[in-house]
């Protein structure tokens, strides 16, 4: 999702508290064109072959969060109107949806249907995470798209066009979605703020915009939680409370004891840190990967220390101890500390 809508999308509402509470995910959704301002090549673009009838086969990837769904949505309403949507759109989840009979059925049996009234665009299928679809699925997919391409086109989303064949993609016109900017973030969440009557100081949207790395479901996400958390009063700190996630300067204080103190002080400090604060050692390991990118460490020293942490992050990932893991953060740093030590003494003869 790029953009939002001052218009409340029909979703299903959660009561908390006796009170029903709507996802600003899709209470904001964009629901027609004009309200996307992210990508506009691309969306001048579709919107090219929407008015001319010439809408090729798409296929949109790129990271969670930047409009790929949003866009396409929209552009089906555009086309067909809201009467016509429903008959002549399918949309299917892929990754719920992927296998070679959802391809043989649902999705042939709808794109190989005629049109009862004469329509000057052909039917529509969505995709969604069709990254997620079986090998079997897309390879039968592929001769559904050739059979039936006067009828109907498709729409592929997903996240790593690499996991989609060939074969598909050679079939479709690609448009990659980058994440948004830190200004589009920003812009779309005073909107909201304003709409949503949440006092928001600026060091919170910057805190947004940082944490929700240009994934605008991401951002909408963590921002009605902190508003619910804190009584609609988003400010820095109540952000990174909400998410978990570590402070900047926890980070930096960290990073300076691992430099500086021995062994057995860094490995307190850090268990400390994970302990007293919630502070997951995953997420201490960005900070300190970030830090460690920022920071002017000899090139020596940071090439040795990187491989490492990546080695770590994998084990972490595969579930191995968090105690264990952070004397390995721990002996890494120091490995580095002696590495640039003996740096410092080779130059200084």
Request: with cysteine; aromatic share 6%; glycine share 6%.
């Amino acid at each position: 999702m790029a953009d939002v809508e001052m218009e409340p999308a029909a979703a299903a509402a959660v009561t908390i508290g006796g009170l029903e509470v709507l996802p600003w995910v899709e209470k904001y959704r964009p629901k027609s064109l004009e309200y996307l301002v992210a990508h506009k090549d691309i969306i001048n673009t579709i919107e090219r072959f929407i008015e001319t009838g010439t809408l090729p086969h798409l296929l949109l990837h790129g990271p969670p969060g930047t409009g790929k769904t949003s866009t396409i949505m929209a552009c089906a309403k555009k086309m067909y109107g809201q009467s016509k949507y429903s008959s002549l759109c399918l949309e299917l989840n892929a990754s719920d949806e992927r296998g070679i009979g959802v391809v043989r059925e649902q999705i042939k049996g709808f794109a190989s249907a005629r049109q009862l009234f004469e329509s000057k665009h052909p039917k529509l299928i969505i995709l969604d995470e069709a990254d997620h679809m079986t090998s079997a699925a897309q390879f039968a997919l592929r001769r559904v798209i050739e059979t039936y391409h006067k009828n109907a086109r498709f729409c592929l989303i997903g996240n790593y066009a690499n996991k989609i064949i060939p074969a598909l993609q050679s079939r479709c016109t690609r448009f990659r979605f980058v994440p948004l900017n830190k200004d589009q973030v920003i812009g779309r969440v005073r909107e909201i703020c304003v709409e949503e009557k949440v006092t928001i100081t600026d060091d919170g949207l910057a805190a947004l915009a940082v944490l929700g790395r240009g994934d605008m479901r991401r951002v909408l996400n963590i921002l009605q939680a902190t508003a619910l958390a804190f009584e609609n009063d988003v400010t820095r700190n109540s952000v990174y409370l909400t998410t978990g996630q570590p402070l900047p300067e926890d980070i930096d204080s960290i990073y300076s004891t691992l430099l500086n103190q021995n062994f057995q002080a860094s490995i307190n400090y850090v268990e400390m840190m994970r302990n007293e604060k919630g502070y997951s050692l995953p997420d201490i390991l960005t900070g300190l990967f970030e830090v460690s990118i920022e920071a002017q460490l000899p090139k020596e020293a940071r090439q040795r220390l990187m491989p490492i942490l990546a080695d770590i992050e994998h084990r972490l990932s595969k579930g191995a101890s968090e105690r264990v893991q952070s004397g390995a953060v721990v002996a890494a740093f120091v490995a580095a500390r002696e590495n640039m030590a003996a740096l410092a003494k080779q130059k200084g003869r």
